[in-house]
């Protein structure tokens, strides 16, 4: 089965920074939107980060809004670069493909392909 692929992820300090990277060489930009969401122990999955590669157009959560960016690297590749990483950033990071126009930027429920995850964790 399609699905993207997730690498990065790891420990880091408060103020730290990580990349992470998502593959999905089977995409097709014109169709499909990428989003990087986010869940936490006892919460709900969230989105952080979404881009529509045909327009170039992005999303962010408040939350993460001059600290992440999300970003088309190559034709099959995306990154999410996190900066000021903080504590409250600590969850398992997915990436995850949905249906242009099938559902909101951030609504974890439209996005049809998911990865398996990558944990991101940011101590004090």
């Known amino acids: 089965q399609m699905r993207p692929v997730e690498s990065g992820g790891g420990s880091v300090q408060t103020g730290g920074s990580l990349k992470l990277s998502c593959s999905a060489s089977?995409?097709?930009?014109?169709?499909?939107?990428i989003g990087w969401l986010r869940q936490a122990p006892g919460r709900e999955r969230e989105g952080v980060a979404t881009i529509y590669p045909s327009s170039g157009h992005t999303f962010y959560a408040d939350s993460v809004k001059g600290r992440f960016t999300i970003s088309r690297d190559n034709s099959k590749t995306l990154s999410l670069q996190m900066n000021s990483l903080k504590p409250e950033d600590t969850a398992t990071y997915y990436c995850?493909?949905?249906?242009?126009?099938?559902?909101?930027?951030?609504?974890?429920?439209?996005?049809?392909?998911w990865g398996q995850g990558t944990q991101v964790t940011v101590s004090s």
């Open positions: 995850a493909a949905m249906r242009i126009y099938s559902g909101a930027w951030n609504d974890a429920g439209s996005f049809d392909l």
């Open positions: 089977w995409i097709t930009w014109r169709t499909y939107c």
